[in-house]
T-cell receptor, first 117, second 111 residues
Framework: DAGVIQSPRHEVTEMGQEVTLRCKPI?????LFWYRQTMMRGLELLIY????????DSGMPEDRFSAKMPNASFSTLKIQPSEPRDSAVYFC???????????????FGPGTRLLVL | GQQLNQSPQSMFIQEGEDVSMNCTSS?????WLWYKQEPGEGPVLLIA?????ELTSNGRLTAQFGITRKDSFLNISASIPSDVGIYFC???????????FGQGTTLQVKP
């Protein structure tokens, strides 16, 4: 299996521009998670989906952030307009289930390193 | 909200030494996970724990789920240079799918 695939791996943009991050989860996984990692705040869950439906978006910082999952194999995280404080590494992760047991282990993608100037 | 306190924040040790790190929580968790993150990569799962008191090993790594369900530790025996990285604990309560992550322990190993 190719694992969780994220693109782009690196993104440099100017403040005010729209940024779109993409994720392809592991085939067969029905949970998808978006995280943000910074030195100051560590790993933070932004939003997660179950069967393409957003379940909990309480971690989304503000209205500038939006996430979609149009189908089981693709999700996007969009920031519009971007600000310098959005600079971070954004990870996508997927898992097979939410119940206890090894099936709920989350597998992380390599991340997108975003720098907003 | 729920928080995990992970310690130590960083460690610099000699190759061959044993390492111990732990996480404590103000909430009861029903799952504890330990991840390792190497530079430029996402976290990779090392060990998963699902029962209070559970002790699980993965090679030179051993982790335990605390009896109180509010803590967990990870031990690495006979450290080697490739153990370098950031180790994260993560926990989950029974009523949510969210994983709460600790702040991470940065491990450096001197050959």
């Amino acid at each position: 299996d190719a694992g969780v695939i994220q693109s782009p791996r690196h993104e440099v943009t100017e403040m005010g521009q729209e940024v779109t991050l993409r994720c392809k989860p592991i085939s067969g996984h029905d949970y998808l998670f978006w995280y943000r990692q910074t030195m100051m705040r560590g790993l933070e869950l932004l939003i997660y989906f179950n069967n393409n439906v957003p379940i909990d978006d309480s971690g989304m910082p503000e209205d500038r952030f939006s996430a979609k999952m149009p189908n089981a194999s693709f999700s996007t995280l969009k920031i519009q307009p971007s600000e310098p404080r959005d600079s971070a590494v954004y990870f996508c992760a997927s898992s097979t289930g939410e119940a206890s047991g090894s099936s709920e282990t989350q597998y992380f993608g390599p991340g997108t390193r975003l720098l907003v100037l | 909200g729920q928080q995990l306190n992970q310690s130590p924040q960083s460690m610099f040790i000699q190759e061959g030494e044993d390492v111990s790190m732990n996480c404590t929580s103000s909430s009861i968790f029903n799952t504890w996970l330990w991840y390792k993150q190497e530079p430029g990569e996402g976290p990779v799962l090392l060990i998963a724990l699902y029962k209070a008191g559970e002790l699980t090993s993965n090679g030179r790594l051993t982790a335990q789920f605390g009896i109180t369900r509010k803590d967990s530790f990870l031990n690495i025996s006979a450290s080697i240079p490739s153990d370098v990285g950031i180790y994260f604990c993560a926990g989950r309560t029974s009523n949510t799918g969210k994983l709460i992550f600790g702040q991470g322990t940065t491990l450096q190993v001197k050959p």
